[in-house]
């Protein structure tokens, strides 16, 4: 069995390798009669593209999506829109070594054992590049969402986090690690700078909340809007943890210091809990994080095995991010944006 498409009333499915001819998208179940153009999808690849800074991968895509069906006259007809991103900077030669070994921490053991076979041009479908497709998708279902704003940010990487007390939303777009912090960013400056320069990467935790969420959206039990939102998140390239609220915080709280009080209104005078509760949204922000880890193609020479099991060492050579979370941003949020978008039109298939 193969799966590729994600959501239930909403669907999307990604397509295409990093070194492939094109990347993309198809989503399926998008009402119909919605306005959309090539330029309401633009801006959210432009923020992922890669090459945007000297702290993320120097592979110059473009990133123009063409939108190759579903549209007539600039609306949505209800059918299948399929978007389309051409690959144009690929360097295949660049990981001709890593052919017939494997590199810790990626996925190039796990397909050869799964499939017998692997594409080693950058990863194949493993890639980071596919994200791209997510954010393509993730811009389609912005529009079936309108009421809802969501804002994906930085709040870690390789261990130093911002401060919260210094939160600047309008600092987010200002630098090059989507950082609300300028002081942390200006920090994150040397360590990226640090790390490359080591032929090493490091982590990041990305944090991102959807505001003018109603109450209602979800499900019990096993549609729950948290563990569709965890199930999202995880499914991105190098995503090795999810929190919704405070997370992991929330085992170390007791009852009554983790419990969201109400008062009349309703007005809640906390979110420990992220803004869902029995898988259900309650009217409060939305609240996810999500952790990177350090990029797996890296310079420093680490222990690994080839095809026939011999054990050798292999340097990942090419162009990669030292910290792949400063582009999860834009990623995130588009997985935010589909899940919550798939949970309305399920709330309103069932009450109306």
């Known amino acids: 069995m193969s799966y590729n498409m994600f959501g239930r009333a909403l669907r999307f499915m990604t397509w295409g390798e990093s070194h492939g001819p094109a990347i993309g998208a198809i989503v399926d179940g998008c009402p ?47 059918t299948p829109i399929s978007l389309a991103i051409d690959n144009v900077d690929q360097r295949s030669k660049d990981y001709g ?24 041009r950058g990863g194949g479908r493993s890639s980071a590049r596919e994200t791209a497709s997510r954010v393509a998708a993730g811009a389609v279902a912005r529009l079936i969402v309108p009421e809802v704003t969501i804002r994906a940010y930085v709040v870690e990487i390789g261990g130093d ?40 990467s490091v982590g990041a935790v990305v944090e991102c909340v959807a505001t003018g969420v109603p109450p209602g959206w979800g499900a019990p039990v096993y549609a729950k809007l948290d563990s569709e939102l965890a199930a999202a998140c ?21 009852g009554e ?18 803004g869902i509760a029995g898988g259900i949204s309650t009217g ?12 797996s193609s890296i310079l420093t020479p680490v222990p690994t095995i080839d095809r026939t099991g011999a054990e050798t060492e292999i340097s990942t050579k090419g162009r990669h991010d030292p910290c792949v979370g400063i582009r999860g941003a834009p990623v995130v949020e588009a997985m935010m944006a589909f899940v919550l978008a ?11």
């Not at 995880?234 to 007791?254: C, H, L, Q, Y």
């Open 32 to 78: 119909p009669g919605l306005e959309l153009s090539e330029s309401d999808i633009q801006p959210w690849l432009d923020r992922r593209r890669p090459g945007a800074s000297r702290f993320t991968t120097q592979r110059r895509e473009p990133d123009q999506v063409r939108i190759l069906s579903g549209l007539f006259e600039g609306r949505t007809t209800g």
């Open 257 to 274: 210091d983790n419990a969201d009080p109400m008062r009349a209104g309703p007005a809640f005078l906390a979110n420990h809990a992220g």
């Open 161 to 200: 986090a911002i401060d919260r007390s210094a939160f600047d939303d309008s600092a987010i777009e200002a630098n090059p690690f989507f950082c609300p912090d300028p002081a942390a960013a200006e920090r994150w400056e040397k360590l990226i700078d640090d790390v490359r320069k080591a032929g090493s």
């Open 97 to 120: 070594e890593i052919a017939a070994a494997y590199r810790p921490g990626h996925a190039d053991y796990a397909y050869d054992a799964k499939y017998g076979l692997r594409d080693w």
């Open 342 to 352: 798939d949970q309305k039109l399920l709330h309103r298939a069932q009450c109306g």
């Open 284 to 295: 409060q922000p939305v609240v996810v994080r999500v952790a990177f880890k350090p990029t």
């Open 234 to 254: 995880m499914s991105i390239n190098a995503v090795k943890g999810v929190e919704i609220g405070d997370g992991f915080a929330a085992a170390r709280a007791r």
